[in-house]
């Protein structure tokens, strides 16, 4: 929407727009020349004519207000409280879009977290600080996933505040009830912040609402020193958005369509994760996303795994195998799981027992693939005894219940329990020490 | 000179009027904030500015403020161990002045001005200085002796030398070039988008030992060189590029963190004082420089962060070191020239890059080369470029990997498939070349071992021979093969397993001498002709594959760098237990 007659307008400064049924809607403008703005409307510009409309500029950056009794409270798109409850008495406001955290200040994030999943706390661990998303396709239980890591999420040797923010990007009624009825229903809701965009809503809100959250959770976790886990699911619905909004503002697209900057936008986003030197608070994220026919080479997913730290990809083979979670471990990956594990942090033979699995799991589905095209008697007697291995690593190590809370203990004995299957000369990449502490040997 | 003012702003582009003799690539301050910009194009009376910071809040009609010089980057003693942006403001000043978070218009100079450095002087009063001269050193740190040079453009005779403790802007020496006096202090300016100049380019001569098995030996960089890196995210871009920083044997290390991760640059920040360098036990960070413009910092920053790197190790290359720079990555730098291309409205050429984008990584490569420096001794020096290429996808066929590809001479192929097996360095040894083997070669069989060349191709040749057999056995199974090619199987399989993969995580393992890199793929290699000796003896396979050194062999990498003297035993054991199956 261009706006003319106009006088002392800044860039990026927030508009109301004021129809002439009376109606209110909020816009921010995104190019600014003289006497001549374009204003972005977060509703929508549905009904809006060019006549008898009037636009009032703020002279302010699009903000949302923030205190430590926020923690509780449900927000829509527009950062409008949408439960009901009293209003919220702001300490401050905060504009949403940040500032970007000096590299200088950052605290490398090496804090485990358990997750009371296998798949991810044995072989790919999640750390405080961490930028870890989900790669799910549709009909794939990635809420599920997400609400029980939200449910489940536990750090050693602290008693800090933990709070969860949750932003729901453009996702159906069905599954945002879902995760407020799971938060309801472990109690969660009472240290969690969510804010609403339903498929519904407009698509421009899509692109502030998860700056929203994080606005909120920088807040909680810099100034307040609470452990932030913030959810955004569906960052797919989020680019969608974007892409929508370049197109309509005549940019040259890059790949498929996406703006070219979908990286640069993305990463405004996702680097928002961390810890800073010094503060005792850490935001961790766990966006979530839809890949398009399952393709990893789709910029969302593409650009998205260049800028996070690792991925988790749900495999939809294990999901019709009833395997949950259907987490495919080989493709997913947890960069900064290093510093996170090992002595002191979980035990000393982690690192070893990780890559050990990784290898007997990958030797044992490579063999597998060879026997489909040859048959099982080509395979060597070794070669069947890692097939073994993987079919028992996927159906007693990945899969475990909904309800299930492994400890890392347990996930780790697991682990040796289906290693001691395979013979000693094997374990390579396991050291020695380690392999006469716990091999074949009962750990409960 | 004259000041303007805006007239339209869209994102990190800005449209002045009004800058009246204002020159492409003009350093401009805009609007009240008075942001860092660089005028990208002029079109009559139109400028357009590039800015390197957050724009909102900016209104047209706010004043822009031309300075009439090109953006400088300020090279001196300090620079050293520091950390800046893309636009050389020093990260940590800039937290303790403005707090944990970016805020813009801060204005910090990139070198301390208080700091106060003794100046050994070089040369005496009357002596003849052209430029590139070295006046006198200074101890920038415990690894590195600061050269102060004689600034481009000044010839002329030594009139007076100053101050032996003095800061960087103390005049320390003067020089008369006969119509005037030029008052020399220990820092000066070099416009970052311009080459500094040398006197003479040449080939390169030694490899840049990265202590890295499989680039050293399979697919080695030299000093002077350039090599990239491309991969799917996943493969371990960043891991390599750490490794080089930390462990090759360059002088000094640029590292630039160019749109990337904040908390891996948090890594190497908290990690490289700690690590020592194999030689001189001294902390990493004495030889390092860090630039780190992260993926959320602004886009033209982002853009300027690739120059700003280069320019300065122009500068160490010039005091006569060799100095390796990391790039990662070169394609978050070609996104931030297509985004600015974009809001310029230039015609896009490939995937929506820019159609410079060939030409400016060409000369950004071309920045590296082993040189004569300028000055009267003749030293020599030396830069080496290791770009990271992230392809979308990891599709080598888009843009920014083929243009890339046309200038470097390295390609370390990264293979995600190696990554998901855990095989790291996940360099692909199929795909992967070096242009540079013969300059290696060379080096090693002085240097190292006269068989170096030979025990490398066996070794390929191995590996390619596997590669094809692997095919093989895909349709045909594996009791086809004769036992010949088992063998081949058996060691390649510890070729890869014991040389090409490497823990960069394991305290010994992340770093390999040439001449242990030598003997363990000497072992290897053998073990391979006393196994076909003993197969040609008619030993059965399995007995020869059983042989208790073999556990040796594979234990070999963990062999402490003081403890070599192992290896010859290894061998001794093999041929003992072989000459025993035999018999």
């Excluded at chain 1, 816009?27 to 006497?35: A, D, N, Q, S, Y």
């Excluded at chain 2, 959320?296 to 853009?303: I, W, Y």
């Excluded at chain 2, 590809?405 to 070349?433: C, E, M």
Aim: aromatic share 8%; charged share 25%.
């Amino acid at each position: 929407m261009f706006v003319e007659d106009i006088n002392g307008v800044a860039y990026g400064e927030l508009t109301e727009i004021i129809l002439e049924s009376g109606e209110t809607r909020h816009g921010t403008v995104i190019e600014v020349g003289e006497g001549l703005a374009l204003v972005q409307v977060f509703e929508g510009t549905r009904g809006i004519s060019t006549e008898n409309v009037k636009v009032k500029f703020l002279a302010k950056g699009v903000e949302i207000g923030v205190a430590p009794d926020i923690v509780g409270r449900i927000f829509n798109g527009s950062g409008e409280l949408i439960d009901g409850g009293p209003p919220l008495i702001p300490k401050k406001r905060l504009n949403i879009h940040g500032h970007p955290i000096n590299p200088y200040a950052r605290d490398y994030p090496d804090e485990f977290i358990q997750t009371g999943i296998s798949a991810i706390d044995g072989m790919n661990p999640l750390v405080r600080g961490q930028k870890l998303p989900i790669f799910s396709g549709s009909g794939l239980p990635h809420s599920a996933l997400a609400a029980q890591i939200a449910r489940q999420a536990k750090v050693f040797k602290s008693n800090d505040g933990f709070a969860v923010v949750f932003a729901a990007i453009g996702i159906t009624f069905d599954e945002a009830d879902y995760f407020i009825s799971e938060f309801k229903k472990t109690g969660a809701i009472e240290r969690a912040v969510l804010f609403i965009n339903l498929a519904s809503d407009p698509s421009i809100e899509r692109l502030s609402i998860p700056r929203m959250a994080l606005t909120v959770a920088e807040y909680l976790a810099f100034e307040l020193d609470m452990h932030v886990l913030v959810i955004m699911s569906d960052m797919s619905n989020y680019c969608e958005a974007l892409k929508e909004i370049s197109a309509a503002r005549k940019e040259v697209p890059g790949r498929r369509g996406y703006p070219g900057y979908l990286y640069t936008d993305l990463s405004t986003i996702y680097e928002r994760a961390g810890r800073i030197k010094g503060k005792r608070g850490s935001i961790t994220q766990i966006p979530i996303l839809t890949m398009p026919e399952d393709d990893k080479t789709h910029p969302i997913p593409d650009l998205t795994g260049y800028i996070t730290e690792g991925q988790i990809i749900l495999d939809r083979g294990f999901n019709s195998a009833e395997i949950y979670p259907p987490i495919d471990v080989l493709p997913s990956l947890s960069r900064l799981k290093d510093k996170g594990i090992g002595e002191g942090k979980t035990r000393e033979d982690h690192a070893d027992l990780l890559n050990q699995l990784y290898y007997a799991y990958a030797r044992g589905k490579n063999a597998k693939e060879i026997a489909v095209v040859i048959g099982e008697s080509a395979l060597s007697p070794e070669d069947i005894l890692f097939v073994n291995f993987s079919d028992r690593f996927e159906n007693e190590f990945i899969c475990q219940g909904r309800d299930v809370n492994r400890t890392v203990e347990d996930s780790l004995n697991l682990g040796w329990k289906l290693l001691s299957e395979l013979p000693k000369k094997e374990l390579k990449r396991v050291r020695p020490e380690y392999i006469e502490k716990y091999y074949q040997k009962v750990i409960k | 000179m004259k000041d303007g003012s805006i007239i339209k702003v869209s994102g990190p582009l800005i449209l002045a009027k009004g800058l009246k003799g204002t020159k492409i690539y003009d350093l401009v301050y805009v609007g009240n904030a008075k942001l860092f910009g660089e005028v990208v194009e002029i079109r009559g009376s139109i400028y357009s500015i590039q800015v390197y910071e957050e724009t909102e809040g900016t209104q047209p009609g706010e004043l822009v403020y031309s300075t009439n010089e090109p953006f400088m980057a300020e090279l001196g003693p300090g620079l050293i161990g520091s950390i800046f942006d893309g636009i050389q403001r020093p990260l940590p000043a800039l937290r303790r002045e403005s707090g944990d978070f970016m805020l813009k218009g801060s204005k910090l100079s990139p070198l301390d001005r208080e700091k106060k450095y003794d100046f050994c002087p070089l040369v005496k009063i009357d002596d003849k200085v052209i430029p590139g001269d070295i006046l006198g050193t200074v101890k920038e740190s415990n690894l590195i002796s600061h050269k102060i040079m004689v600034p481009f453009g000044i010839n002329g005779t030594v009139v007076e030398i100053s101050a032996v403790e003095a800061t960087i802007d103390t005049t320390i020496v003067k020089i008369d070039s006969g119509t005037e006096v030029f008052s020399i202090s220990m820092c000066q300016k070099w416009p970052i988008r311009q080459p500094r100049r040398v006197s003479k380019k040449m080939r390169p001569q030694e490899p840049l030992v990265t202590g890295q098995r499989v680039i050293d030996m399979f697919f080695p960089v030299v000093k002077g060189g350039t090599a990239c890196v491309p991969g799917p995210f996943g493969s371990g871009k960043t891991v390599v590029q750490h490794q080089l920083a930390k462990w090759s044997d360059a002088d000094i290390i640029v590292y630039i963190g160019c749109g990337e991760r904040g908390n891996e640059m948090a890594d190497v920040l908290l990690e490289l004082p700690e690590l020592k360098d194999p030689k001189s036990g001294e902390s990493l960070m004495e030889r390092t420089i860090l630039i780190a413009n992260t993926s959320n910092m602004p886009v033209a920053a982002r853009e300027a962060s690739i120059s700003t790197g280069i320019t300065i190790a122009e500068y160490y290359r010039d005091m006569g070191y060799s100095v390796a720079v990391m790039a990662d990555s070169t394609s978050r730098w070609a996104e931030a020239m297509r985004e600015m291309s974009g809001r310029l409205q230039e015609m896009p050429g490939d995937e929506g890059f820019p159609s410079y984008l060939g030409s400016r990584l060409a000369a950004f490569y071309e920045r590296s080369g082993n040189v004569i420096c300028i000055g009267s001794d003749k030293r020599k020096g030396s830069i080496s470029i290791i770009g990271a290429v992230s392809p979308p996808g990891g599709d080598l066929s888009e843009p920014v990997t083929q243009e890339t590809l046309r200038v470097v001479k390295v390609f370390w192929g990264l293979d995600d498939k190696l990554a998901y097996q855990r095989h790291f360095p996940a360099i692909n040894w199929i795909t992967s070349y070096s242009l540079y083997h013969d300059i290696v070669d060379e080096y090693a069989a002085i240097n190292v071992s006269p068989n170096w060349k030979e025990i490398r191709r066996k070794a390929m040749e191995l590996l390619k021979r596997e590669a094809d057999l692997e095919e093989l056995i895909r349709f045909v199974g594996v009791d086809t093969l004769s036992d010949n090619d088992r063998l081949i199987m058996e060691v390649s399989r510890m070729i890869r397993e014991d040389f090409l993969r490497q823990n960069a995580f394991d305290s010994i393992d992340t770093y390999t001498s040439l001449e242990k890199e030598h003997l363990i793929l000497d072992l290897i290699i053998y073990y391979f002709h006393k196994a076909n000796e003993a197969l040609k003896s008619n030993v059965e396979l399995g007995r020869i594959f059983q042989i208790p050194s073999r556990e040796n062999i594979a234990r070999s990498e963990l062999i402490p760098e003081d403890r070599l003297f192992q290896f010859p035993d290894i061998k001794i054991e093999i041929k003992n237990e072989i000459n025993e199956l035999i018999s």
